[in-house]
Nanobody
Framework: VQLQASGGGLVQAGGSLRLSCVAS????????MGWYRQAPGQKREVVAY???????NYADSVKGRFTISRENAKNTMYLQMDSLKPEDTAVYFC??????????????????WGQGTLVTVSS
């Protein structure tokens, strides 16, 4: 299962961006999708994730400012980022966990990462 993230860019502090992540492939079901970010010199950290029932979780640093959502029929996840701060500057990665059906074999769990999209917030 391949993930394609998009929507990053340069924005001033207080501005907004919307990230998208589209999953593609054959015969798969996604359970949980999430956004992570990695700032220069820092470890990758979770930003938010959402499961197949719509249950959402956020990092404390983005609560009230970021909103995660997904369209299951389109295998697409979004991250609406409002009130952006310079400390939100990072490469944002999407991740998906789920199950694939391997014809003639059975099912197999998968975990995929997108390629990352850069978000830069200027002060």
């Amino acid at each position: 299962v391949q993930l394609q993230a998009s929507g990053g860019g340069l924005v001033q502090a207080g501005g907004s961006l919307r990230l998208s992540c589209v999953a593609s492939g054959r015969n798969f079901d996604i359970n949980t999708m999430g956004w992570y970010r990695q700032a220069p010199g820092q470890k990758r950290e979770v930003v938010a994730y959402i499961d197949s029932s719509g249950q959402k979780n956020y990092a404390d640093s983005v609560k009230g400012r970021f909103t995660i959502s997904r369209e299951n029929a389109k295998n697409t996840m979004y991250l609406q980022m409002d009130s952006l701060k310079p400390e939100d500057t990072a490469v944002y990665f999407c991740r998906a966990l789920g199950t694939r059906v391997l014809v003639g074999i059975g099912t197999s769990d998968f975990a995929s990462w997108g390629q990352g999209t850069l978000v830069t917030v200027s002060s």
